[in-house]
């Protein structure tokens, strides 16, 4: 025997087999006369689950005598994996108590006769298909053995409300198969292009996904525009691209979401009716005790593209307004940074938690593997120094799936709600013992007044303007005042605007490297973050407000201490963080430009207090 193979450029692979008719092989239906050439092709690249496939099947005689075909037979192990839906020209298939499929011929092909066959298959199970078949010519059996990759899902139909309780399959103590990576895409330039990646675990056979909401969401910066989730289809093999989703649910307080799968990789609508997912049940996070083992699953980008295994216990329960005492769960495992949005279960294969890398609890995170998308810092540079994607890094901490559950029996009904982290106005009233009242009619009430090629601090009009010429760049004016605890107001008005720009109240300042400031900026998002030295760091990343839709003026008010800091406007809590690392210093204003200078920015009817 001959075998030939050759790539054709439809992504089938073809076979060619030469049958001589003196082989060994004995076939139950006598003498086949000349000699059969059979020609194979099966797909070659990987085909997705519910996907219609053939199997094409071409079969010449090249000698001066007829050559007789019986049987072409499907062995058992191949109905694994697919179903037969007919064939051109059309042709029944029989069952045997074997399980094979044995097609009946009883076909002559004249001298330099050839026959073509399309044997079409619909693909049931993802997985490395190795089924074989055969044709059965006289006294010659050729096998043909066919493999493939079928990946992912190609779904019809949306059917929510299948309840994991009833209907979880039995994935074993630790249910990999339900572990899936989700990358997220982001527009630059108007080209997709992937920017991070986090895990996330299927929780219903119909594919919603419940993963972290700084996974899925788009940032300031960057947006995005499109969800990849990858399959674990071995726990050998990097996870298989399978589909794309979008989210139902999301809370960027809790830092949760939930994704659905919506188009597979040719962009086509999914039949969900055809999607059987391997999903796990949901656990009672309630129920854990100190001491309790639990395995994390998940994909870190540090440390290679398969899946990775964590085993801890449960050390801990850290509370968090709104949230109750277990607002966190703490664990004795190393979680790396790309499980976030992972799967972390019990002894009996149930969620009950959800590793997340903003949920650090009351430890420190070690980011070790993080993407600055922009230079943060203002230091011209793009690099470590500035403020990031955590992609990788360490987690000690889950949140808890009984936290999630509303958002899940919701994604259930098809519901869709996504809350961006914002405080649901609540007002806020700054009161405190008055220390210092400016509204700036005197110039010498100690703030700077000062102009160079960077741009200019001065008194003007009754009130205090900064601004900001070059991009880029940072500008404040600051004066101390020797309390622990400092709560500000003022009235601030964009006078130059530029789009983008920053402004707001800096706090703690030991120097032109250490300091807090407490920003809103002129597209509609807050900020609290941090300088240490040459590192950047957000204790609020950049969030959207819809109380800084318009274009102001505002009342800024904040607060500084070790046990809180605050930003509101307009009466309205912005967000507040606390910082158990923050020193007392001095205090001021500040503003700042990023790619576009000419920024200014006005202060007025300023006062300080002590709580």
Same mark, same amino acid.
């Given at each position: 025997?001959?075998?030939?193979?050759?790539?054709?450029?439809?992504?089938?692979?073809?076979?060619?087999?030469? %049958?001589?008719?003196? $082989?060994?092989?004995?076939?139950? &239906? !006598?003498? =086949?006369?000349? @000699? +059969?050439?059979? #020609?194979?092709?099966?797909?070659?690249?990987?085909?997705?689950?519910?996907?219609?496939?053939?199997?094409?099947?071409?079969?010449?005689?090249?000698?001066?005598?007829?050559?007789?075909?019986?049987?072409?037979?499907?062995?058992?192990?191949?109905?694994?994996?697919?179903?037969?839906?007919?064939? %051109?020209?059309?042709? $029944?298939?029989?069952?045997?108590? &074997? !399980?094979? =499929?044995?097609? @009946? +011929?009883?076909? #002559?092909?004249?001298?330099?006769?050839?026959?073509?066959?399309?044997?079409?298959?619909?693909?049931?199970?993802?997985?490395?298909?190795?089924?074989?078949?055969?044709?059965?010519?006289?006294?010659?059996?050729?096998?043909?053995?066919?493999?493939?990759?079928?990946?992912?899902?190609?779904?019809?139909?949306?059917?929510?409300?299948?309840?994991?309780?009833?209907?979880?399959?039995?994935?074993?103590?630790?249910?990999?198969?339900?572990?899936?990576?989700?990358?997220?895409?982001?527009?630059?330039?108007?080209?997709?292009?992937?920017?991070?990646?986090?895990?996330?675990?299927?929780?219903?056979?119909?594919?919603?996904?419940?993963?972290?909401?700084?996974?899925?969401?788009?940032?300031?910066?960057?947006?995005?525009?499109?969800?990849?989730?990858?399959?674990?289809?071995?726990?050998?093999?990097?996870?298989?691209?399978?589909?794309?989703?979008?989210?139902?649910?999301?809370?960027?307080?809790?830092?949760?979401?939930?994704?659905?799968?919506?188009?597979?990789?040719?962009?086509?609508?999914?039949?969900?009716?055809?999607?059987?997912?391997?999903?796990?049940?949901?656990?009672?996070?309630?129920?854990?005790?100190?001491?309790?083992?639990?395995?994390?699953?998940?994909?870190?980008?540090?440390?290679?593209?398969?899946?990775?295994?964590?085993?801890?216990?449960?050390?801990?329960?850290?509370?968090?307004?709104?949230?109750?005492?277990?607002?966190?769960?703490?664990?004795?495992?190393?979680?790396?940074?790309?499980?976030?949005?992972?799967?972390?279960?019990?002894?009996?294969?149930?969620?009950?938690?959800?590793?997340?890398?903003?949920?650090?609890?009351?430890?420190?995170?070690?980011?070790?593997?993080?993407?600055?998308?922009?230079?943060?810092?203002?230091?011209?540079?793009?690099?470590?120094?500035?403020?990031?994607?955590?992609?990788?890094?360490?987690?000690?901490?889950?949140?808890?799936?009984?936290?999630?559950?509303?958002?899940?029996?919701?994604?259930?009904?098809?519901?869709?709600?996504?809350?961006?982290?914002?405080?649901?106005?609540?007002?806020?009233?700054?009161?405190?013992?008055?220390?210092?009242?400016?509204?700036?009619?005197?110039?010498?009430?100690?703030?700077?007044?000062?102009?160079?090629?960077?741009?200019?601090?001065?008194?003007?009009?009754?009130?205090?303007?900064?601004?900001?010429?070059?991009?880029?760049?940072?500008?404040?004016?600051?004066?101390?005042?020797?309390?622990?605890?400092?709560?500000?107001?003022?009235?601030?008005?964009?006078?130059?605007?530029?789009?983008?720009?920053?402004?707001?109240?800096?706090?703690?300042?030991?120097?032109?490297?250490?300091?807090?400031?407490?920003?809103?900026?002129?597209?509609?998002?807050?900020?609290?973050?941090?300088?240490?030295?040459?590192?950047?760091?957000?204790?609020?990343?950049?969030?959207?407000?819809?109380?800084?839709?318009?274009?102001?003026?505002?009342?800024?008010?904040?607060?500084?201490?070790?046990?809180?800091?605050?930003?509101?406007?307009?009466?309205?809590?912005?967000?507040?963080?606390?910082?158990?690392?923050?020193?007392?210093?001095?205090?001021?204003?500040?503003?700042?430009?990023?790619?576009?200078?000419?920024?200014?920015?006005?202060?007025?009817?300023?006062?300080?207090?002590?709580?």
């Amino acid at each position: 025997m001959k075998v030939m193979r050759v790539k054709f450029k439809h992504g089938l692979l073809l076979l060619l087999v030469v %049958i001589l008719a003196a $082989s060994s092989c004995a076939a139950p &239906n !006598g003498s =086949g006369g000349g @000699k +059969l050439q059979v #020609t194979a092709k099966h797909p070659d690249m990987g085909i997705q689950q519910g996907q219609v496939f053939d199997l094409e099947l071409q079969l010449s005689n090249p000698d001066t005598i007829n050559a007789t075909v019986q049987e072409i037979r499907f062995e058992a192990n191949f109905f694994e994996w697919a179903s037969y839906e007919g064939s %051109i020209p059309p042709l $029944s298939m029989e069952q045997q108590a &074997n !399980g094979d =499929g044995v097609i @009946k +011929l009883d076909m #002559t092909i004249a001298p330099t006769g050839i026959e073509d066959f399309v044997f079409r298959f619909r693909a049931n199970k993802s997985g490395d298909v190795q089924g074989n078949w055969q044709v059965v010519s006289g006294s010659t059996i050729t096998a043909i053995e066919t493999r493939m990759k079928i990946t992912g899902t190609t779904p019809t139909g949306w059917e929510p409300g299948v309840s994991p309780e009833e209907q979880a399959p039995d994935l074993g103590a630790i249910p990999y198969q339900a572990v899936v990576q989700v990358t997220a895409f982001v527009d630059v330039d108007g080209e997709s292009v992937p920017r991070w990646t986090g895990s996330g675990t299927i929780i219903s056979p119909d594919g919603l996904i419940l993963t972290n909401n700084h996974v899925v969401s788009s940032t300031r910066y960057e947006e995005v525009v499109a969800l990849l989730v990858s399959l674990t289809v071995a726990q050998d093999q990097p996870p298989v691209d399978s589909y794309y989703a979008h989210v139902v649910q999301a809370d960027a307080l809790m830092d949760l979401a939930v994704i659905k799968p919506a188009w597979d990789m040719q962009g086509n609508p999914l039949d969900y009716s055809l999607l059987k997912l391997p999903f796990v049940p949901l656990g009672d996070s309630d129920t854990l005790d100190l001491g309790e083992s639990i395995v994390i699953l998940g994909y870190p980008v540090i440390g290679g593209g398969t899946i990775t295994l964590t085993r801890g216990e449960v050390s801990g329960f850290t509370s968090e307004e709104p949230f109750g005492n277990r607002a966190f769960i703490k664990t004795s495992g190393t979680i790396a940074g790309g499980n976030s949005g992972g799967l972390a279960v019990n002894s009996q294969g149930q969620i009950i938690g959800i590793p997340t890398q903003m949920g650090y609890g009351d430890a420190t995170l070690d980011i070790v593997d993080c993407r600055p998308v922009r230079d943060t810092n203002r230091d011209g540079y793009i690099d470590e120094n500035d403020d990031c994607v955590p992609t990788g890094g360490f987690i000690n901490a889950l949140r808890p799936i009984n936290l999630a559950k509303d958002m899940i029996e919701a994604a259930k009904r098809g519901e869709v709600a996504i809350n961006t982290g914002e405080s649901p106005n609540v007002v806020y009233q700054g009161t405190g013992e008055v220390i210092f009242e400016d509204d700036f009619s005197n110039a010498d009430s100690g703030w700077l007044n000062t102009a160079d090629a960077d741009g200019k601090r001065t008194y003007e009009n009754g009130e205090y303007s900064i601004e900001v010429i070059s991009p880029m760049y940072w500008y404040w004016s600051d004066q101390y005042f020797p309390y622990d605890a400092l709560m500000a107001e003022a009235d601030v008005r964009v006078v130059k605007s530029v789009g983008d720009a920053d402004y707001g109240f800096v706090c703690g300042m030991q120097d032109d490297k250490n300091f807090t400031a407490l920003e809103i900026s002129e597209d509609g998002y807050f900020t609290i973050w941090k300088q240490v030295g040459d590192e950047f760091s957000t204790l609020i990343d950049w969030t959207y407000s819809e109380q800084l839709a318009g274009p102001g003026p505002y009342h800024l008010a904040a607060q500084c201490s070790r046990e809180k800091l605050m930003l509101a406007v307009d009466g309205i809590l912005l967000g507040e963080v606390q910082d158990p690392d923050f020193s007392p210093g001095s205090f001021g204003m500040i503003a700042g430009t990023f790619e576009t200078g000419g920024f200014k920015v006005s202060f007025d009817n300023l006062i300080i207090m002590i709580p």
